[in-house]
C-alpha cells in the first residue's frame, strides 16, 4: 500500500492556499467539485484511472476510526467543536458556508501542529550531566555490578 511521505503542514498549507485562491468554486463545472479530493491534496487528484486506497492518504489521521473505511473518507474529518464534516455540510450548506468552516480548521489545524512540533524541538532529548555526576553514576553502576557477582 502507498502511504502519503508528504509533511502534514505543508499539505494543509497548500490546500489552504488552494482554497482562498477559489479553486473550489471557479468556472462552471458538470459536477460540484469536492474539498479535498479536487485538489492537489488527494493521492488520486489526476489519477481517477488507477485510484490509490485512502487509507494512504495524509488526511486519513485527521479522519475518525469508525468512518476511514468509507468511500470518501476525507468527506468525515470533524471540521468544528461540534463534530460537523464535509458529508453534513455539503448537505446543509452551500459552497461560501463550506469553504469558510474548511478555511478555519485548515488555519487551526496547521497552527496546532505547527505548535506542537515547536514544543517536541524544544522538549530535551536528554538532559546533560555534568562531568562529576556523570561519574559518581559510571561508578554506582560498577559498584552494583561487582556486588550482583
Known amino acids: 500500500m502507498l502511504k502519503d511521505e508528504r509533511d502534514a503542514v505543508e499539505v494543509l498549507k497548500s490546500e489552504l492556499e ?13 459536477r460540484p467539485r469536492f474539498i479535498f479530493e479536487d ?15 485512502c487509507s494512504g492518504c495524509i488526511l486519513i489521521d485527521f ?11 476525507c468527506r468525515h474529518i470533524p471540521l ?8 453534513a455540510l455539503y448537505r446543509h450548506c452551500n459552497q461560501e458556508e463550506v469553504e469558510a468552516v474548511v478555511c478555519d480548521w485548515l488555519q487551526l489545524t496547521i497552527r496546532r501542529l505547527e505548535q506542537e512540533r515547536e514544543r517536541h524541538r524544544q522538549e530535551p532529548e536528554h538532559i546533560p550531566l555534568n562531568s562529576q555526576e ?3 553514576r559510571h561508578s554506582l553502576g560498577r559498584k552494583a555490578d561487582s556486588q550482583a557477582w
Open 18 to 30: 488552494f482554497l482562498r485562491n477559489g479553486n473550489y468554486s471557479e468556472g462552471a463545472s458538470w
Open 39 to 53: 485538489s492537489p491534496t488527494c493521492l488520486n487528484f489526476g489519477h481517477r484511472d488507477n485510484p490509490s486506497p
Open 63 to 73: 479522519v475518525p476510526p469508525e468512518h476511514r473505511s468509507k468511500k470518501f473518507p
Open 80 to 87: 468544528d467543536a461540534s463534530g460537523q464534516a464535509l458529508d
Open 134 to 136: 556523570n561519574a559518581r
